[in-house]
């Protein structure tokens, strides 16, 4: 006999929301019918499975070792890389992701930073290999595996849940570093409509809805930029991202005549090419380094109105010093 006891982290959900999670190769039919045989039970009793649960409840397995382990996916992906922690508390966790590091993965065999994550919450005592059976922590924003930057994660179900609904509601501002083609004197905001080739896996910006041409998946987005130092060939931009779709940074500002140098798939090939020769440069100079959380209650009221800031890749910060620039005057801005 197996059991569960219900804290935090599996309270508020259904029961069948759990079990699907904890034996997450059982078929729906197997759970029910082990509901209705009362092999599975609730507090000691028969269960539906539409319960909500709450902290405290009990659920008990009665079924043989060898089938949990069949219908349950134990497996746990331990990484050997070191993450960048900018802030933690027991709720949440803000790192800084490297040029290179998938926020998630896109292929079963990746390592990604949520790998990542969950080998130092295990190796940290935060967490046991069992508890991830039932919660899996996990980040709240991507960023391009080219783009370096801060990455917010939630290390509890209430924590995640309210830290994913700021960035979905667009209530944190999230503030980015970039080098871009081009002298550009003002600020502006700029609007557009997003279209996404998932073949490519690239963006086309349109200025205008184009809907009635078949493009019915198109996105309306929002970026603003204030140029905070303009050399004779580049300048180092501030960008407020106001709505977050795939590669909008980079597609927006190709699309205006500004790309981000060392950007391949939307840039130009030939000041990409000679930035490569001077310093190396293979990626994009884009850089999430400053995210505002807004006042906030309950699970995130201790980062309430913070602000995180990542300091940039070193990379970034040589190519900029080289060309007579000090980011660390720009970083607080």
């Not at 507090?43 to 089938?67: I, M, P």
């Not at 890389?81 to 933690?88: F, T």
């Not at 905070?228 to 190709?254: C, F, N, P, Y």
Request: aromatic content about 8%.
């Amino acid at each position: 006999m197996k059991e569960i006891n219900i804290c935090e982290n599996e309270a508020g959900q259904r029961l069948d929301k759990l079990l699907g999670k904890y034996l997450k190769n059982a078929p729906k039919s197997f759970l029910y019918k082990m509901l209705r045989k009362k092999n599975i039970t609730l507090n000691g009793k028969k269960a539906a499975g539409n319960e909500k649960l709450n902290t405290g409840d009990v659920v008990r397995f009665f079924l043989s070792e060898e089938t949990i382990c069949k219908f349950s996916d134990t497996r746990i992906q331990y990484t050997k890389k070191a993450l960048h922690i900018l802030y933690e508390d027991k709720k949440v966790i803000f790192i800084n992701k490297p040029v290179g590091m998938l926020s998630q993965k896109a292929h079963p065999g990746d390592e990604s930073l949520v790998e990542h994550l969950l080998t130092y919450l295990l190796k940290s005592g935060q967490m046991k290999e069992e508890e991830l059976l039932t919660f899996r922590p996990s980040i709240c924003n991507r960023l391009d595996r080219n783009t370096s930057g801060i990455v917010a994660a939630g290390k509890t179900l209430a924590a995640l849940q309210q830290l994913t609904a700021c960035f979905r509601e667009r209530t944190v501002k999230k503030y980015y570093l970039c080098l871009v083609k081009g002298n550009i004197q003002s600020s502006e905001c700029i609007h557009g409509f997003l279209t996404k080739d998932k073949m490519l896996n690239k963006v086309t910006v349109l200025k205008k809805s184009d809907k009635k041409e078949g493009h019915e998946e198109e996105a309306y987005i929002e970026t603003e930029y204030v140029p905070l130092i303009s050399m004779e060939d580049t300048t180092l931009l501030k960008v407020h991202l106001i709505t977050g779709k795939t590669h909008q940074i980079r597609a927006h500002l190709a699309s205006i005549g500004h790309p981000l140098i060392g950007d391949y798939k939307y840039g130009d090939r030939k000041i990409n090419e000679l930035y490569k020769k001077e310093f190396g440069c293979r990626s994009q100079l884009l850089h999430a380094y400053r995210l505002v959380m807004p006042v906030c209650e309950g699970e995130l009221k201790e980062i309430s109105g913070m602000a995180i800031t990542a300091p940039l890749p070193s990379f970034f910060e040589r190519i900029l010093r080289v060309k007579g620039v000090n980011p660390d005057g720009y970083m607080e801005l």
